[in-house]
């Protein structure tokens, strides 16, 4: 219940929020501080590679579905973290933890106002980017490097497409390391 409570809470935060050209977004600035007081609910989250319960938990399936939309909407990203575990709702390297120790950060890099859309209901989450197209498509790529004992290796880039579909750029926005999430036994406390 929490959990759901504080995904529809950050989705209205960040609802309807207009970027003008060059304008900068920050999640930590629109969706507020993650307390009681703000109305957030405790919930379980990922803290060093294993879950908790802490104040805010599941904001950051927000996040990371409004990084997926920003990169696919063409912004620029000027800051995005991976957790700590890989996530179940978006694929490893495109995930956007966000704390009180870090944010997730882009800009309107197009010469026309873009406005977020987010809307949470029903147990969907659905974030949106809108705005007039540049005449370029942008598509976000995971790309699995290894999964073993160690952890998951991954890489995200972005893709850029002319208007014809010819692609025309793949940059890498990340490299992370997720940790295994602990085994049932060695999530046991002696």
Known sequence: MGRAHNIELAAERIDGIVLEPKGVFSFNAAAGERTREKGFEEAPVI??????????????????????????????????????????????????????????????????????????????????????GEGLLYRAESVLLSEGERGIVSESFLLVFAEGGELIARTRIRRDIYALPPTPEEGKKP
């Open 47 to 132: 803290e060093r590679g294993e879950y908790a319960l802490g104040i805010g938990g599941g904001v950051c399936q927000v996040s990371s579905t409004l990084f997926a939309a920003a990169l696919e909407g063409g912004m620029r990203i000027l800051e995005s973290h991976p957790h700590s575990l890989a996530v179940s709702y978006l694929p490893p390297s495109l995930d956007a933890m966000v704390s009180a120790w870090s944010d997730l950060k882009f800009m309107n890099a197009g010469t026309y106002p873009v406005r977020i859309g987010a809307r949470a209901e029903g147990g969907e989450l659905t974030v949106s980017i809108f705005g007039t």
